[in-house]
C-alpha cells in the first residue's frame, strides 16, 4: 500500500520565480486496484506521480511505502528501491533510439545483478501479450506511437515491479493501442500490482478503483 | 559480477550509439598516439644500438686535444697509459671519413695484434670472415654500404684517399645488420691499412682505446676514475669515459623525440579538450537518457561507471590504434619525414632502416597516456551527467 502524506512540492524555493505546484497532498493506493489522477493539464500530476515513484524529492510531507518512509532514504537507497519496486511509463515514452523493441524491453535487467540472458524470453511473452511479437527485432524509431508506448509497458514490466506508475499513457497512442494498453492494465490489477495512472483520457478514468481529481496542485475531489 | 557485465554492455552500446563522439575522440587520440608511440619506438631503438656498440667500447677512450680541437694523439702516450693503475689493455685506432662517390662513409683501422680484443665478437658477421691479422687491404663492410655499393664478399671497392688517390680494398666480410645503425656505414680495416689511406705518420693515432680490469664488477667504477684521472694528467688529451659516450647518445636522442614530445604534449591538451567538449556536447544530448536510467533504476555511480568505462574502451581503442599505426609507420614504411628528423646525419650517409625497438614498457605507456587524460578529460562532464535529475525522463526530452 502507498500513502502520501501532507506532499508538497515547491520549484524555485524562495527565488522570485518560485511555484508551487502541488500542495497538501494525502492520497492513498491500494494493491490490486487501480488509483487515478484526473485534472487539467499544469494541475501537478506529474509532480505528484514523480514524487511517488521517488523521482522527485518533496519539499514537504512523505511517502509510504508498505509502512516505511521512503523519503527519508539517500538518493542511493532511492534508486535502489525505483530498480526493485516501480515500473514507470511515461507520457512522452522515453525509448533509446537505434536500439530494437525488445533490447529496449531488456534495459532496466543491466542495472541488476543478474544475467539478461534468461530475461529474453519473458520479454519476449511480454511483448507477445502487448501484441507485439513481430515487431520485437524492429529499431524503436520503426514503430508507431502506439507501440512505442506499448514496448514502454513491456519495458516497465520485465522486472517484476509491485508498483506500476503511468503518467498520461495513452497520450501519444492510436485507439487500438489504447484498448490494448487498458485491457493490459486490468491484467496487472488481477495480478495485484499497485497500479497509479494520471490521466485526462475517460476510457482510463473509467478503470479506476480509486479516482483522485486534481486541480491547482490540490486534490479537488477523491 | 553480472552487474559490472552489463553495465560493459551498456558502455559499449553507447561507443555504438554516439558515432560522431567516438569517431572524433579515436581519431584525434589515434593521431596522438601513433605519433607518440613512433618517435618512443625509434628513441628506444637508437639508444638500444648505442648501448649495444657499446658493449664491447673501451672503458676510455684517450684523444688529442689541440687549441680545443680533436687532434692526433701520439702513440708515445701508450706506454704511460699501460703503466696507469687498473689498466689492462692499451689499443690504437685510426679512423676518418672516406668518400666513394657522392657518399660519405666511416673508415676505421684498428690493430687486430692486441689479441686481448676480440673484434669479431663486437662486430658480428652476416657473411664471409673477419680480417686478418697482418695488413692486406682487405675491409669488412658494414650492411649499408654492401646495398649502396653492390659490394658482396670477393668485390673490390676504390676509395678516394684525401689527396684524390684510388686505393683498392677487397671485401672479406659485411657486418650483421644486428646492430645496423652503427656499422651500417662503417668500413672497418687494419690499422696499417687505415694509416696508409689517411697518410698518418708513424708515431700518431686518432685515439687509444683503454681498457680497465674487469675482475670485480664492483670496483671497476672506481679504477676507470682513478685510471681517467692518471691518463687525464697527459699534456694535450682528453678522456672520454664509456658512461660519457652512452650519456651523449641517449641525451641527443632523448633531446630529438624529447621535441616531438613537447609537439606531442600540445597536440594531447588539444586532444584532451576536444574529448571534453565532445563529451559536453554528447552529455546534453545523453542527459535525458541519464534521467530515463536513473528512473528505470539505475543510479549515479552506475553512471559515472558506465562513463567512466566509455572513456577507458575509447582511450585503449585509441591507444591500440595508435601503437599499431606507429609500429607499421616505423617498421614498415621505414618513418618517413621522422627517421631523418631522428637520425639527424642520414642525408650524408647512405640510406638504412631505423632501429625500431617495440618494448612492453613503451607500448603500456603509450596507452597509459591515451587512456589517463581521456579519464581526466571526460571524468567532470561524466559526473555532471551522472546527477542528470531523474525527474527529467517524466518531462520529456524538452524539459
Avoid at chain 1, 493490459?184 to 490521466?199: A, P, V
Avoid at chain 2, 560493459?8 to 601513433?34: D, E, F, H, W
Avoid at chain 2, 686505393?167 to 690499422?191: C, P, R
Wanted: net charge neutral.
Amino acid at each position: 500500500m502507498i500513502e502520501a502524506v501532507d506532499l508538497a512540492k515547491i520549484y524555485n524555493q524562495g527565488k522570485r520565480n518560485q511555484v508551487e505546484a502541488v500542495t497538501d497532498i494525502n492520497i492513498a493506493a491500494n494493491s490490486g486496484e487501480i488509483t487515478v489522477f484526473v485534472g487539467p493539464s499544469g494541475c501537478g500530476k506529474t509532480t505528484l506521480m514523480s514524487m511517488i515513484g521517488q523521482l522527485l524529492t518533496p519539499t514537504q510531507g512523505k511517502v509510504i511505502v508498505d509502512k516505511e518512509n521512503i523519503t527519508a532514504y539517500s538518493d542511493g537507497w532511492k534508486a535502489i528501491f525505483r530498480r526493485k519496486n516501480v515500473g514507470f511509463v511515461f507520457q512522452h515514452i522515453n525509448l533509446l533510439s537505434n536500439l530494437t523493441a525488445l533490447e529496449n524491453v531488456m534495459i532496466p535487467l543491466l542495472c541488476h545483478d543478474v544475467n539478461p540472458s534468461p530475461f529474453r524470453a519473458s520479454a519476449l511473452v511480454l511483448l507477445k501479450k502487448l501484441g507485439l511479437e513481430e515487431r520485437a527485432f524492429f529499431s524503436v524509431e520503426q514503430l508507431s506511437g502506439g507501440q512505442q508506448q506499448r514496448v514502454a509497458i513491456a519495458r516497465a514490466l520485465i522486472t517484476e515491479p509491485k508498483i506500476i506508475i503511468a503518467d498520461e499513457p495513452l497520450t501519444f497512442v492510436d485507439e487500438a493501442s489504447a484498448r490494448t494498453i487498458t485491457d493490459f492494465f486490468e491484467d496487472l490489477k488481477k495480478e495485484g500490482k499497485t497500479i497509479l495512472i494520471s490521466t485526462h483520457v475517460s476510457n482510463l478514468a473509467k478503470l479506476a478503483d480509486r479516482t483522485y481529481t486534481m486541480k491547482d496542485g490540490r486534490i479537488a475531489q477523491s | 559480477m553480472n552487474r559490472f557485465r552489463n553495465l560493459l554492455t551498456y558502455a559499449l552500446n553507447c561507443i555504438q550509439r554516439y558515432k560522431v563522439r567516438t569517431v572524433v575522440i579515436l581519431l584525434c587520440l589515434g593521431i596522438s598516439a601513433s605519433l607518440f608511440s613512433s618517435v618512443a619506438f625509434m628513441s628506444d631503438g637508437l639508444v638500444k644500438e648505442g648501448a649495444l656498440s657499446l658493449r664491447y667500447a673501451p672503458d676510455l677512450t684517450v684523444q688529442g686535444i689541440s687549441s680545443g680541437r680533436q687532434t692526433n694523439v701520439p702513440t708515445k702516450y701508450v706506454g704511460y697509459i699501460q703503466e696507469a693503475p687498473g689498466v689492462t689493455l692499451v689499443s690504437e685506432r685510426i679512423w676518418g671519413y672516406g668518400n666513394i662517390g657522392n657518399t660519405l662513409l666511416v673508415i676505421v683501422g684498428v690493430d687486430l695484434q692486441d689479441q686481448g680484443i676480440n673484434y669479431s665478437q663486437a662486430y658480428p658477421l652476416e657473411s664471409g670472415s673477419f680480417l686478418s691479422l697482418v695488413s692486406n687491404r682487405t675491409v669488412v663492410i658494414g650492411k649499408a654500404v654492401s646495398d649502396l655499393l653492390g659490394a658482396r664478399v670477393g668485390s673490390v671497392l676504390t676509395i678516394l684517399t684525401e689527396s684524390n688517390t684510388p686505393q683498392t680494398y677487397e671485401v672479406v666480410g659485411v657486418f650483421d645488420s644486428q646492430s645496423s645503425i652503427y656499422n651500417a656505414d662503417l668500413i672497418l680495416m687494419n690499422i696499417n691499412d687505415a694509416r696508409e689511406f689517411f697518410g698518418y705518420p708513424e708515431d700518431e693515432v686518432t685515439d687509444i682505446l683503454v681498457y680497465v680490469s674487469n675482475i670485480d664488477a664492483l670496483t671497476k667504477p672506481s679504477l676507470v676514475n682513478i685510471a681517467a684521472k692518471e691518463i687525464g694528467d697527459l699534456p694535450n688529451c682528453r678522456v672520454i669515459t664509456k658512461d660519457i659516450l652512452l650519456k651523449a647518445q641517449e641525451t641527443t636522442y632523448g633531446n630529438r623525440s624529447g621535441f616531438f614530445s613537447i609537439v606531442w604534449y600540445v597536440i594531447l591538451v588539444a586532444v584532451a579538450i576536444i574529448a571534453f567538449n565532445q563529451t559536453v556536447v554528447v552529455g546534453r544530448e545523453s542527459k535525458f537518457e541519464v534521467g530515463l536510467l536513473k528512473a528505470l533504476g539505475f543510479s549515479t555511480s552506475d553512471i559515472i561507471q558506465i562513463r567512466l568505462m566509455e572513456s577507458l574502451i575509447l582511450g585503449a581503442l585509441a591507444g591500440a590504434i595508435g601503437l599499431t599505426v606507429g609500429i607499421i609507420y616505423d617498421s614498415i614504411l621505414g618513418a618517413p619525414v621522422l627517421r631523418d628528423f631522428m637520425l639527424g646525419w642520414a642525408t650524408l650517409y647512405p640510406a638504412f632502416p631505423v632501429p625500431v625497438f617495440i618494448s612492453l614498457q613503451t607500448i603500456i605507456f603509450t596507452l597509459a597516456v591515451t587512456i589517463v587524460p581521456l579519464l581526466f578529460a571526460t571524468v567532470v562532464p561524466s559526473w555532471l551527467n551522472a546527477t542528470s535529475d531523474p525527474d527529467l525522463a517524466m518531462r520529456g526530452s524538452n524539459a
